[in-house]
């Protein structure tokens, strides 16, 4: 079997790489790490005016029509370039409230879409998988909570909640990875079992989107990693050329091969097992991608000053979120098994 992306499908992703390159995403990264977002969201306006938020709805509700391929093409390019912002949460909260209004709920999508898929208004979104905290909510304009179903009446399922506030940003071990735990209460948007639906899709575009950033993550760090071994020199000659050097790039090449695939095939099928697959093989990708160039650029790899740093550190919490390497391989085991 063999499948490639078509000639428009290529062309979106050379858009999107050729607007990322002309961003300096480095300089938009540290700046939403200090808590500047102006660049960021410059950055957020033009992605939006390309259509990466538009990819997860529906043409009935001024979307791009749900293109999976798609989005797991545009988000491998914000992997590439390390785009800061919730754009995982993004995708998944326009899955939500598009399936929400298919559903026969159609108000929150009306009163929340419209500025989402602009990029006039930046959404995050928390799961009762995501341990109480949220993404970058003070740079959010709109922070949607899913609640379980602890605390509301028996069997009225969960609740979307839009948060009235936020607690400290805390410290993560990705400075552009802003949590806070999102204030209790608010306004109710949704409950009840239809959203119980519309959350189990939010979590499959999620992982999806998740899945083709670690990609990105993992193909940025090796070319760096490539380039660097090839330029500096030990004894008289390219630390590249040594076998140990070697066969820890080709062990990468291997995971980033192994995975990308997997993300392209559960873009086509969204099946959950097929994207637990992808999600935990594209997660050790970009962690074994991480570790590869971290001892490759040896001890300079950490510095803030390399920008080599803001890929590394996406790697672990991409690996992560919204699904653990342990939990989508017992989702794999448990599908096909």
């Known amino acids: 079997m063999r499948f490639l992306p078509t000639a428009e499908q290529r062309d979106f992703t050379r858009s999107l790489d050729a607007l990322l390159t002309a961003s300096d995403t480095p300089s938009a990264v540290r700046a939403w790490s200090a808590g500047d977002h102006g660049p ?9 005016d390309a259509g990466v938020f538009a990819l997860a709805a529906p043409e009935t509700q001024d979307g791009m029509g749900r293109l999976p391929v798609e989005l797991a093409l545009a988000h491998r390019e914000l992997g ?9 949460e993004t995708a998944a909260a326009t899955a939500l ?37 949220v993404l970058d909510a003070e740079g959010a304009d709109v ?25 400290p940003v805390h410290p993560s071990l990705d400075p552009a990875r802003r949590l806070a735990r999102p204030d209790p209460g608010g306004e109710l948007l949704a409950a009840g079992p239809p959203l119980a639906g519309a959350v189990g899709c939010a979590v499959r ?9 670690a990609v990105g993550v993992a193909e940025e760090l090796l070319r760096r990693t490539v380039a660097y071994v090839k330029q500096r020199t030990q004894f008289g000659v390219p630390i590249g050329s040594f076998q140990a050097v070697k066969h820890r790039l080709a062990d990468t090449l291997l995971a980033v091969e192994f995975a990308r695939p997997l993300v392209y095939g559960a873009a086509l099928t969204l099946a959950p097992g097929d994207l637990a697959a ?5 997660g050790e990708a970009a962690y074994t991608a991480a570790r590869a160039a971290l001892q490759l650029h040896g001890a300079i790899g950490y510095t803030e000053e390399l920008d080599l740093s803001l890929w590394l550190r996406k790697a672990r919490p991409l690996r992560d979120a919204w699904g653990t390497p342990a939990r989508c391989r017992a989702e794999v085991l448990a599908a096909y098994v």
């Open 205 to 213: 575009w999620a992982r999806l989107a998740a899945a083709a950033q």
């Open 40 to 48: 960021g969201r410059t950055l957020w306006a033009r992605l939006a």
């Open 143 to 167: 922070v949607l909570v899913v609640t379980g179903a602890d605390g509301a009446a028996p069997g009225s399922g969960p609740e979307l909640r839009l948060a009235p506030g936020h607690g």
């Open 80 to 88: 590439r370039h390390a785009v800061p912002g919730p754009l995982v």
């Open 278 to 282: 992808a999600k935990a093989a594209a």
């Open 97 to 133: 409230l598009s399936h929400l209004a298919d559903a026969g709920d159609p108000a929150p999508a009306k009163r929340l879409l419209p500025g989402l898929l602009t990029g006039e208004t930046v959404v995050t979104l928390g799961v009762p998988e995501g341990g109480g905290y």
